[in-house]
């Protein structure tokens, strides 16, 4: 039975406020039916205030009958780009905040199989709702200027979050899309919730069933990159793991025993780089897979999920590290130390220094990363041309020993 609730005091923020006002007048010109709904409709019952990270919003319009036309509107209104995908009934505006809003005709979905993209029928907010992954993401916030702020629930979303409960529409939901087994992971301990007992059965059946096979790389990638952002993304995976669900996504792949301790050092090391490192290109998902992956899982995850060549360039060179800081003793002179890293990438080295277990290569691997690879050459090629060496390996070796020679100064 739907549940309406009227008049719920929710404190919007007088950016978002504005913006929903205007679109809840557009529509109501245009004799339509106008809601927010998901994430934000979410986060506004739960605190009482909706959370702008970093100046930036995800918003979810959904409107009867002509999504599109409402956005074309609004683009007009605040002299924004516009992208639109007709046949969808979708539009997508992003504000000068950096508001990003969605803009989608109601409608239901099928799937043909487990892991397809779904089939679309514009429809009903009704149907719209039900068709959403989660009880806790399908209440709709009226935006008409008459009804403004009334909560629409068609599915328990208000008990579910008053319960703090994560829970799907209908039993079928995980196999339909898998990748739903990530997320409710992600809601329940980014909001300190519990995937319901049935949801919980739902998964492990799902899983025992291969669902994730469905899947492609790219999907699940994604799925990993958005709990890197999350706060809680350690008890994520430690949470994946009571599923056994890295081993499904590629076999013989489990957390590292110490799994808590490299994550805490990966962490660090990324603030650290932040702090020591500003003006660097660090990527820092890149040192969060780090974390995650060994030595003998690093290429069939980078297979089974498609990396990037420079992705898997990086993670591949973590191994290669470790042998190679085997070589450097105690009393290297920094041009050893130069030489043997000046190859690696970044995320490599700043990882291994905080990840190592030897103080004394901790601080060479830190010498480098702020002082080494920061050395200008006294002299250069172009110097040597004028001199009149002639470019080949006996000019490589001429260059190399003045840099050399420079470096090893600096320990004097």
């Given at each position: 039975?739907v549940s309406i609730v009227?008049n719920?005091a929710?404190?919007i923020?007088?950016?978002?406020?504005?913006y929903?006002r205007?679109?809840?007048?557009?529509?109501?010109?245009?004799?339509?039916k106008?809601?927010?709904?998901?994430?934000?409709?979410?986060?506004?019952?739960?605190?009482?205030e909706?959370?702008?990270?970093?100046g930036?919003?995800?918003?979810d319009?959904?409107?009867?009958?002509?999504?599109?036309g409402?956005a074309?509107?609004?683009a007009?209104?605040?002299?924004?780009?516009?992208?639109?995908?007709k046949?969808?009934?979708?539009?997508?505006?992003i504000?000068?905040?950096?508001f990003r809003?969605d803009?989608?005709?109601?409608?239901?979905?099928?799937?043909?199989?487990?892991?397809?993209l779904?089939s679309?029928t514009?429809n009903?907010?009704?149907?719209?709702?039900y068709?959403?992954?989660f009880?806790?993401?399908?209440i709709?916030?009226?935006?008409?200027?008459?009804?403004f702020?009334?909560l629409?629930?068609?599915?328990g979303?208000?008990?579910?979050?008053k319960?703090?409960?994560?829970r799907?529409?209908?039993?079928?939901s995980?196999?339909?899309?898998?990748t739903r087994?990530?997320r409710?992971?992600?809601?329940?301990?980014?909001y300190?919730?519990?995937?319901?007992?049935?949801?919980?059965?739902l998964i492990?059946?799902?899983?025992?069933?291969?669902?994730?096979?469905?899947?492609?790389?790219q999907?699940?990638r994604?799925e990993?990159?958005?709990i890197?952002?999350?706060?809680f993304?350690?008890?994520?995976?430690?949470r994946?793991?009571d599923?056994?669900?890295?081993s499904?996504?590629?076999?013989c792949w489990?957390l590292?025993q110490?799994f808590?301790?490299?994550?805490?050092?990966?962490?660090?090391?990324?603030?650290?780089?932040?702090?020591?490192?500003?003006?660097?290109?660090?990527?820092q998902?890149?040192m969060l897979?780090?974390?995650?992956?060994d030595?003998?899982?690093?290429?069939?995850v980078?297979?089974r999920?498609?990396f990037?060549?420079?992705?898997?360039e990086?993670?591949?060179?973590?191994?290669?590290?470790?042998?190679?800081?085997?070589?450097?003793?105690?009393s290297a002179?920094?041009?050893?130390?130069?030489?043997?890293?000046?190859?690696?990438?970044?995320?490599t080295?700043?990882?291994?220094?905080w990840?190592?277990?030897h103080?004394?290569q901790?601080?060479?691997i830190?010498?480098?990363?702020l002082?080494?690879?920061h050395?200008q050459p006294?002299?250069?090629?172009?110097?040597?041309?004028?001199q009149?060496?002639?470019?080949g390996?006996?000019?490589a070796?001429?260059?190399?020993?003045?840099?050399?020679?420079q470096?090893?100064?600096?320990?004097?």
């Amino acid at each position: 039975m739907v549940s309406i609730v009227k008049n719920i005091a929710l404190n919007i923020p007088d950016r978002l406020l504005t913006y929903l006002r205007q679109i809840g007048s557009v529509s109501n010109q245009r004799s339509v039916k106008a809601y927010t709904v998901g994430g934000v409709v979410r986060d506004l019952i739960l605190s009482n205030e909706c959370q702008i990270k970093d100046g930036t919003l995800d918003l979810d319009i959904v409107i009867e009958n002509n999504a599109i036309g409402v956005a074309q509107k609004i683009a007009d209104d605040f002299t924004t780009s516009i992208n639109i995908h007709k046949q969808f009934g979708t539009a997508k505006i992003i504000t000068k905040e950096d508001f990003r809003i969605d803009f989608v005709t109601a409608r239901s979905e099928t799937y043909q199989t487990s892991g397809a993209l779904p089939s679309v029928t514009f429809n009903s907010i009704k149907e719209d709702l039900y068709r959403r992954d989660f009880s806790i993401n399908a209440i709709a916030m009226s935006i008409l200027p008459t009804d403004f702020g009334n909560l629409l629930d068609y599915t328990g979303g208000l008990i579910d979050l008053k319960n703090a409960s994560v829970r799907t529409l209908h039993n079928q939901s995980y196999r339909d899309d898998p990748t739903r087994i990530f997320r409710a992971i992600r809601y329940e301990q980014r909001y300190n919730f519990r995937i319901s007992q049935t949801d919980q059965g739902l998964i492990q059946n799902s899983i025992n069933q291969n669902h994730l096979d469905n899947i492609s790389g790219q999907r699940i990638r994604k799925e990993f990159n958005r709990i890197f952002s999350e706060e809680f993304a350690q008890k994520s995976f430690h949470r994946m793991e009571d599923f056994v669900l890295f081993s499904a996504i590629v076999p013989c792949w489990n957390l590292p025993q110490d799994f808590s301790q490299i994550w805490k050092n990966t962490l660090q090391a990324i603030d650290w780089s932040k702090q020591y490192l500003p003006n660097e290109q660090i990527d820092q998902n890149t040192m969060l897979w780090m974390a995650l992956l060994d030595k003998k899982t690093t290429k069939t995850v980078s297979h089974r999920l498609k990396f990037e060549k420079r992705l898997q360039e990086k993670l591949n060179a973590k191994s290669r590290l470790i042998t190679d800081l085997k070589k450097l003793s105690y009393s290297a002179k920094p041009s050893h130390v130069y030489q043997l890293l000046n190859s690696y990438p970044l995320e490599t080295l700043i990882f291994s220094f905080w990840n190592h277990e030897h103080h004394w290569q901790k601080e060479q691997i830190r010498n480098y990363l702020l002082t080494l690879r920061h050395v200008q050459p006294k002299i250069t090629g172009k110097d040597l041309l004028k001199q009149g060496h002639i470019p080949g390996p006996e000019m490589a070796d001429t260059l190399w020993n003045s840099l050399a020679r420079q470096l090893d100064e600096l320990k004097r």
